[in-house]
Each structure stands twice: as C-alpha cells, then as structure tokens.
C-alpha cells in the first residue's frame, strides 16, 4: 500500500525566503503524487500534480515540485514567501487503480515579518 | 466551476445522537469521500463510495456508517455520537477512470459532540 511521510511538522520561515516542504512516499509502481494546501477552517485546494512526465511541475499561487525516483520524495518550493502563504499544506499518493488518495499528516507553515 | 458542498460548517451535537453530514458535489463524479481531520494526524480515511449504493470501508470506518441513493450525494452518519468523534470532517469527489486525478474538497464540517 501507498503512504506518505512528511518529517516536518511545524516551520517557520520570514516572509520573502525561499521555502521548501518535504515530502516522502512510498509505493512499488510509478505514485500519482499531489501538494494541497488548507487555510485555518477550510477546505484543501489543489496547489500542484505529478502524473509523468516533467519531473519538476509548476502549480498556483508560485509553488513547484520536483518529483525524485530514487530518493522517493516529491519536495514543495517557493523562493520567496508571503505572509499570505501560512496555512497547513498536505502531500498525498494515489495509485493508477486505486481510489482514494493517502495522505501525509501535513506541515504547518507559519510566516514572520 | 468545480464544487463540492457541505451542507453545514459548524455543528454541535450531543453524545447518543444520530448525527447525519451531508455532501454533494456538482462535477458527476462516480468517486466520493469522506476524510476525517485530527491535529497531528492529518487526514484518514473513513469510507468512500465508487458508485451510487456501492461504498467501501476506508481506514477508521468503527462508530459510521455511509450512504449513497444518488449519484450527486454522500452522507456520512454517525449512529450515536461519542465525544471522541469531535473533529473536522471533509467530503471530497474524483472522477473515474485509469488516470487518478487529483479530488476536489469541500469546506469541511467542524463537528462537537457534548
């Protein structure tokens, strides 16, 4: 079965520096790997996806990731964040025939001035 | 545009009641979903359902039950609310097919069981 670790729980970074969020997965066949994020009291909004293809993938709002075979991980950048950026941001794996999608226990980013 | 709808954002309940969480999505989705979302433990499946009166036990489905008459409407139903049941509940749906798309969410559900 697919699952995703992120090690990070909580990170704090001053606005305008770069961020980057990790994300390890594990599964035997090609993952369908995805970066949602959630603002306080709402619900998930699709940042970014990886199916094939292009390894490093552009999503909303200035983010991408860069999926990475060998070292099974799908990390999330920003080179320069906003205060508008803090929220809790969740990687998930789905598989090819599968249903639903798995999802890691998310990273809360705050944002300081 | 895509939409996925709670029919509630806040609920309180007390402990014993049959608790009914409504979602309906508007995309004709054959997938839907119901996650439950605890601090520190991120989202985990409870039940989801791949078509109308089909549904499928997700990862902690004990204490819920789920239902599916139509094909736009996923209703999670809690038979006796306990107090450990108090969390934020979010619906979600995905299309069909070979390729898995990514699922789309709805604004989630704040649930107090008193």
């Known amino acids: 079965a697919q699952s995703v670790t992120q090690p990070d729980i909580h990170i704090t970074v001053s606005e305008g520096a770069s961020l980057e969020l990790r994300c390890n997965y594990s599964y035997g066949a090609t993952p369908y790997l995805f970066w949602y994020v959630q603002s306080p009291g709402q619900g998930l909004q699709l940042l970014l996806k990886?199916?094939?293809?292009?390894?490093l993938v552009q999503g909303i709002k200035g983010f991408e990731a860069e999926f990475k075979r060998s070292q099974s991980s799908f990390n999330l950048r920003k080179p320069s964040v906003h205060w508008s950026d803090a929220a809790e941001y969740f990687c998930?794996?789905?598989?090819?025939?599968?249903?639903?999608?798995?999802f890691g226990k998310g990273t809360s980013l705050l944002v300081t001035p | 545009d895509v939409k996925v709808t709670q029919s509630s954002r806040y609920l309180v309940k007390r402990t014993g009641e049959k608790v009914f969480l409504e979602c309906v999505q508007d995309?004709?989705?054959?997938?839907m979903f119901w996650y439950r979302q605890d601090p520190g433990l991120g989202l985990r499946l409870i039940y989801f359902s791949y078509d109308v009166k089909m549904k499928e036990k997700g990862d902690i489905p004990e204490g819920y039950s789920v239902s599916r008459e139509k094909k736009e409407r996923f209703s999670l139903i809690l038979e006796s609310a306990s107090t450990n049941q108090t969390s934020m509940y979010l619906c979600a749906s995905k299309p069909a097919g070979l390729k898995n798309t990514e699922a789309f969410f709805g604004q989630g559900t704040r649930l107090t069981v008193v």
């Open positions: 995309m004709d989705h054959e997938n």
């Open positions: 990886y199916f094939s293809g292009d390894t």
């Open positions: 998930a794996v789905g598989a090819w025939s599968g249903y639903a999608l798995n």
